[in-house]
């Protein structure tokens, strides 16, 4: 149950007393023939057209709308910033043009700093030289009973920014997105960047033919990634069902069935580990193509990214966590064996059982886990030694068969798959295959996995006899690929945590 604290006590008498006046805190419908922005420019465009010269037609009359976030209150002429999505305007406000009454409710601080308000008037340009709005006619259409919270921000010695104030708890802020968006400029333009990726992102695959698909997020049987499912129930059919971890199988039968091209952009959900760039929830982006390999799904990449980073930063050129990267076509590729070996100075393929390879990695000086698949521990050694040092972005290519159960094997041995993961900023953006289209092969890996991972094993991949149905009515060579947007838009947007890119991230429960 709320209890009101002061501030909100004395607003809630503030209602009452406008109440009493005949206003009404919250009517049910308002007007609006501008946006602050499009406000604004009327008058730039007013000013352009008709110089100040006598016999000029007069200015713009505008309705706008919007949050107040300074008043200067002087004498029977004072001055308000209102806000809306596009940004500020100023209020020009006279006791003569309002009319006393509501002139009173302002100085008289009825409104209050964070109410919502309605504004008629003619445009005009301040003598201080501000573009502002000249009312006629003002009205409350929102009292705010709990004032925002204060964000201020000090400059140290070292340069570094120090937020201070009521709202410097970076996890009330996450809790409380909705107070963080309207005092905190800065992340609204992280969400608005996001918006513009994924556009951009759909523009792209739709230009180059490909067809957009939504595919079932309850399923019932989870596939397509390495990840520990969430589970429900559903009880009419009596049925145990999974929050999709990936797209993959669900769209690579779309193949089957005759579709050469096809991407989908939507969430998935992976009962593991938060971390800052983790989350249960997240947005993932998957496509498919028919008679390309994995060499033909990196050019795509190269070229997708050539087309969506400029649409969200205006440029090639971006710079993440204080490191400049280079999105021009042409990135690097280098196998995961050649990248270990640069990185942490060992040849795994010198140890080709996970008992030497983590007898090995023991004689690194490092602790693990016993009892690791090869592959996995191959993994380690990539995780540990070589990721945070791919800060342009680079295609590491020919990952371990056994953790990679999608992909066709290379030409040149039985250890390795044609599959790539996509790094930049030190961070993995994207993962890829040339995908396995033999419906025998494909089974065989099914039945390896299942040996090499307990049941209930986060790495566990469940035997899907549909998918193996599908492919036996022949499946055409593909490439497939999968990036998670929250990391991208991590890169775009220059935060380190994914939390901060997400609307609502998942918290602990509040104490």
Partial sequence: MWQPNKLEQERLEKIQRLEAAGVQPYPPRIERTHTAAQALAAQELYEAEHPDVPDAPPPPVVTVCGRIRRVNLKGKVSFMHIED?????????RINDVGEAVYDQITGKLIDTDDFVQA??????????EISVRVTEFRL???????LPVVKQQVQDDGTVVEYGE???VETRYRQRYADLAVNRSVRDVFIKRARAIS???????????LEVETPVLQTLYGGAAARPFTTFHNELEQTLFLRISFELYLKRLLVGGI???????RDFRNEGVSYKNNPEFTMLEFYKAYIDYRGVMDIIERMFGYVVPEVKGSLKITYQGS????????????????IKQYAEIDYMEHPTAESLEKAIRAMGREIAPGQPWGKLVEYLFGEYVEKRLIQPTFVMDYPR??????????????HVERFEIYAGGMELGNAFTELNDPRDQEQRFLDMAKLYEKGDEDETPLDEDYLRAMRYGMPPNGGFGMGIDRFVMMMTDQRSIRDVLLYPHMRDEK
């Fill in 200 to 210: 951009a992102l759909r523009r792209f695959f739709d230009d180059q033919g490909f």
């Fill in 260 to 266: 050469d091209g096809v991407y989908e952009i939507g």
């Fill in 324 to 339: 400049e990267v280079d999105f021009s076509p042409g990135f690097k590729r280098i196998t995961m064996r050649d990248a």
């Fill in 167 to 169: 709202f410097s708890d």
């Fill in 141 to 147: 259409i929102a009292k705010s009973l709990s004032p």
């Fill in 402 to 415: 056994d953790i990679s159960p999608f992909a066709k094997r290379v030409d040149y041995d039985n250890f």
């Fill in 85 to 93: 999505g596009t940004g500020r305007i100023q209020l020009f406000l």
């Fill in 120 to 129: 008629t008037g003619s445009m005009m340009r301040t003598k201080a030289g």
